[in-house]
């Protein structure tokens, strides 16, 4: 009886009207034949759906004169037609230099109830796959050419059925191939010939050196430029790349037409031509150029530099699309796209891949479908791809956002540069990602110094007698009448001469240099230098504008209703304005305002950046009833630059990395990446090492990216309490980087400002407060928001030059502890500064302090344990001043657990600070 029911409400459901009106029939014919044998079961559910499928397709479900058998044999073909397409990748021939692995059952017509003697019958369903009424041979025939030769393909499992026909259709209709002319095919040739041609050449040059060579995937080169070409005519002004150190040196020359003599010069180059560069491996470095296609149409193309770090690069190249689409093509997705080149173990197994993938469709990140290309060499440095994961493929991953996968064959040109036209199109088409897994080989080991055959003797026995792709083309091209061999070694030998005359070239450069990643965007800004922190960056607003800002921000429309708490909230705000005491909320987003309204976008993501972590920010608020939400600083003026406040997902490595792409595509704006807490960026922390400290250095990138970090000791325990300042400050040199802890709402807003105002792109670091967000004490009038700007150093308000004894430096809360101490208990004596930028360390105003109250008993208090915070790098660069410290006892732990302990601790840090004894000593006398 379920199975009658469930029936019934199917045929309701899909409406279809022949089955619907002979259900009796239906049911005779699709249970009784099989139900009568239990082990059918499963089998006679995948017949009965397949009908559904030949009714859907609008064919005659119970056709007139159709047995019950017949109608059966039917359903067995359309079941078979199912097959192919759900299993068919699971039978290709698309590994070529492997046998593929076993996998039952197989697609054998035995295995859907079929046998030899059906061959020769003619099945009304052949017109599921285009080609009317046909014998089940020719079926057959035609279901192997579309799925199981050279591409195998994953995409039922896609949701919507418009796109799953849109595959089906585009497929079947042509056998998942196409005939390319004349004029294709010598074109195809050339790139294989510059692929080749280049890696043979480095490799007589270069012996033994590291270049990671493309050798076996070389059709990676014809396929980039497919791309390049079908994604222009449909479209693309820019693609921005991201791949590994596989291959790239191929890439730069051949798609993004770096000049040859300069990779060659990268290879025996003694020095850089400017002093300041550190610099990196050749194949770690990034490219920029326009292009131009066939027909005549101009092509952005940016290759991101990347460390070895695989994977890394992917968020990055995410959100420079993402910022390129916002900020250049007026968030037109058809414009610019991605290109990620990854290997094989490594989609597979890093995890920054899943968190990548998970942002794609998300409404703060998306970019309008990614093209991910595997260059899978079957291998992970020594390890075989079946240590390398539990998967079946390493594009499994895919299936997160249920994107189509094609499994291609690298020796197979042309179904690969077919694949990738076909890929392109889906891509414009539906704006999803799409992946392409070209299975090829590696020709030597991890690198060219590395050797294979210890660890894969009988893969490397197959390897060292296999043509290379182009030979392997030449061949078809010559069997075809296209070009002869001879044509062919012609030209090859042409291109080596080119080669090595360009070799000669690079023999005449006397210096490498390093080209500037985004020339363009970046000409207006200066190189980051130390004399630039010694100038102050006027970042004051009129009351005027200030007012008007917050009034907007204040305002919400009386159309909408909101949460009740809302009223009050507004009201508070309200109210501070009026007083002219604002607190950390109001001075925050009065930056984020007054610099929209100044045409500076901003943008800040992070794990509940609407509301923020401390429900202090409330930057969107939710009309009730509704899943609507109203940003208030999006409607601070007609005119006004963009603003977007996004919850991330749970992730901080690919959100990170997808700001820090973001920013650099944007320098004019502010963007920011808050963390829930402080700590939490450790997640993160290839992106930090690799990218937001080292870039300039290694690669002459700046960046304007901020990080806000919630950071304070305040009994919450090790993973809530620190936010890791010695890290940064461990990583900082050179003025690669800012570090700063502003202790009060004004300071914060004129950091905020100071990083889009000054003259230079460099990150900023913000440990930013928890309890002092509605400290009482921890408000700014807004005088201070007209005036001046950040304040590197703050003086003690309430010190006596005349009768100051001793400095104390600190910064962040503990300023407050210290304060309250100081007045409670009438200390005139001690002078407490608060130093609010680490690093660059703004020496200029210390000494000022310093020579101010004539003293040189000199202390560094800080909240952190001795050996974390800004103290191990004070003691180093300010060894000279004698200054002593007082912190919490050296520990592996950032925090205690227990509360009381903490409170302990702290009690005698103030205790310490103040020297305690000698106070109460001076006051009996």
Avoid at 221 to 226: E, K, Q, R
Avoid at 755 to 760: D, E, R
Wanted: glycine share 6%.
């Amino acid at each position: 009886m379920f199975s009658l029911h469930l029936l019934d409400n199917t045929i309701k459901m899909d409406k279809f009207s022949w089955v619907g009106s002979h259900e009796n029939e239906v049911i005779d014919d699709l249970y009784k034949t099989y139900l009568k044998n239990p082990d059918a079961l499963e089998k006679s559910w995948q017949h009965f759906f397949a009908g559904f499928e030949l009714a859907r397709a609008g064919f005659p479900v119970k056709p007139s004169g159709f047995t019950g058998t017949e109608m059966n044999k039917e359903f067995a073909v359309l079941s078979l037609i199912h097959g192919y397409r759900q299993r068919g990748h699971l039978f290709t021939r698309t590994n070529p230099v492997r046998a593929r692995r076993k996998y039952v059952p197989t697609l054998d017509i035995e295995n859907f109830g079929l046998g030899k003697e059906d061959l020769n019958r003619t099945f009304q369903a052949g017109n599921d796959i285009g080609i009317g009424p046909a014998r089940l041979s020719d079926i057959v025939e035609h279901l192997e050419a579309t799925y199981c030769r050279s591409i195998g393909v994953e995409y039922v499992y896609m949701r919507k059925p418009e796109v799953v026909e849109w595959m089906k259709e585009k497929m079947e209709s042509c056998r998942n191939s196409r005939e390319f002319s004349e004029e294709e095919r010598k074109d195809i040739f050339y790139h294989l010939k510059l692929a080749v041609g280049f890696e043979s050449y480095i490799h007589k040059k270069f012996p033994g050196q590291k270049r990671f060579s493309l050798e076996g995937a070389e059709s990676l080169i014809p396929s980039l430029d497919a791309i390049i070409e079908r994604g222009a005519e449909l479209g693309i002004e820019e693609f921005v790349l991201g791949m590994a150190h596989r291959g790239r040196l191929n890439v730069l020359a051949n798609i993004l037409a770096k000049p040859y003599e300069n990779i060659f010069k990268e290879f025996y180059g003694r020095e850089y031509e400017e002093d300041i560069w550190n610099g990196d491996v050749k194949y770690h470095l990034g490219y920029e150029d326009e292009v131009t296609t066939h027909v005549g149409k101009k092509v952005k193309l940016k290759l991101m530099p990347n460390p070895s770090h695989l994977e890394t690069v992917c968020p990055i190249v995410q959100g420079m699309v993402r910022s390129r689409i916002q900020s250049v093509y007026h968030g037109d997705y058809s414009k610019a796209a991605a290109i990620i080149i990854h290997g094989d173990a490594a989609i597979a197994a890093q995890g920054v891949v899943y968190e990548t993938i998970q942002m794609s469709q998300l409404k703060g990140y998306k970019t309008g479908g990614t093209i991910h290309l595997v260059i899978n060499n079957q291998v992970g440095f020594t390890t075989s791809y079946l240590d390398a994961r539990s998967s079946t493929y390493c594009t499994d991953v895919a299936k997160v956002t249920r994107s189509p996968v094609f499994h291609v064959n690298g020796d197979d040109v042309e179904a690969l540069v077919y694949t990738i036209i076909l890929a392109m199109e889906f891509r414009q088409k539906f704006q999803t990602d799409v992946f392409i897994d070209i299975l090829c080989y590696r020709k030597y080991g991890h690198n060219e110094g590395d050797e294979p055959r210890f660890t894969q003797p009988l893969l490397y026995q197959v390897i060292s007698k296999h043509p290379n792709p182009r030979d392997i083309y030449a061949g078809k091209l010559e069997k075809l009448g296209v070009m002869t061999q001879e044509k062919a070694r012609q030209e090859i030998r042409n291109f080596d001469r080119f080669l090595e005359e360009k070799y000669k070239a690079s023999e005449k450069i006397e210096k490498l240099k390093i080209r500037k990643f985004l020339l363009n965007e970046y000409e207006s800004y200066e190189m980051p230098s130390k004399s630039m922190f010694d100038q102050s960056v006027d970042t004051g607003v009129s009351a005027d504008m200030l007012m008007a800002t917050a009034e907007k921000f204040n305002t919400l429309p009386d159309n909408l209703t909101f949460f009740k708490k809302v009223n009050r909230i507004l009201s508070d705000r309200r109210m501070m304005v009026f007083d002219h005491r604002l607190d950390w909320a109001m001075a925050e987003l009065l930056a984020y305002g007054t610099l929209v309204a100044e045409g500076h976008p901003v943008r800040l993501s992070g794990q509940d950046s609407e509301r923020g972590t401390f429900a202090h920010r409330h930057a969107s608020f939710v009309v009730e009833g509704t899943d609507e939400k109203y940003f208030p600083l999006k409607h601070v003026s007609d005119n006004q630059a963009s603003f977007h406040v996004f919850n991330s997902l749970l992730s901080e490595y690919a959100v990170l990395g997808f700001e820090y792409g973001y920013a650099l595509a944007q320098p004019n704006g502010l963007t920011i990446w808050e963390a829930q807490f402080g700590d939490f960026h450790n997640v993160a922390q290839v992106v930090i090492d690799q990218y937001i400290t080292s870039a300039f250095e290694k690669w002459g990138m700046m960046n304007n990216l901020v990080l806000l970090l919630p950071h304070g000791y305040e009994g919450q325990g090790p993973e809530h309490s620190s936010a890791r300042i010695e890290r940064f400050l461990e990583l900082a040199a050179n003025n690669n980087i800012q570090v700063a802890m502003p202790s009060t709402p004004a300071n914060m807003f004129h950091l905020l400002r100071r990083q889009v105002k000054m003259k230079m792109r460099l990150p900023l670091i913000v440990f930013t407060p928890k309890s002092l967000l509605r400290h009482p004490q921890v408000v700014s009038a807004i005088d201070d928001f007209t005036r001046g700007g950040f304040r590197e150093v703050i003086d003690d308000p309430f010190a006596d030059p005349q009768t100051i004894e001793k400095i104390v430096f600190t910064s962040g809360r503990l300023y407050y502890d210290l304060l309250k101490y100081k007045l409670e208990k009438g200390i005139s004596h001690v002078a407490i500064v608060r130093l609010e930028q680490f690093y660059p360390i703004p020496n200029r105003q210390i000494n000022q302090i310093i020579r101010k109250y004539n003293t040189t008993t000199l202390v560094w208090a800080q909240d952190e344990p001795e050996n974390m915070g800004a103290w191990p790098l004070l003691s180093r660069k300010l060894e000279c001043l004698g200054m002593k410290v007082v912190a919490r006892p050296e520990s592996a732990s950032p925090a205690v657990g227990l509360m009381e302990i903490h409170t302990r601790v702290l009690n005698q840090i103030v205790d310490n600070v103040f020297d305690v004894k000698e106070i109460v000593a001076n006051k009996n006398v």
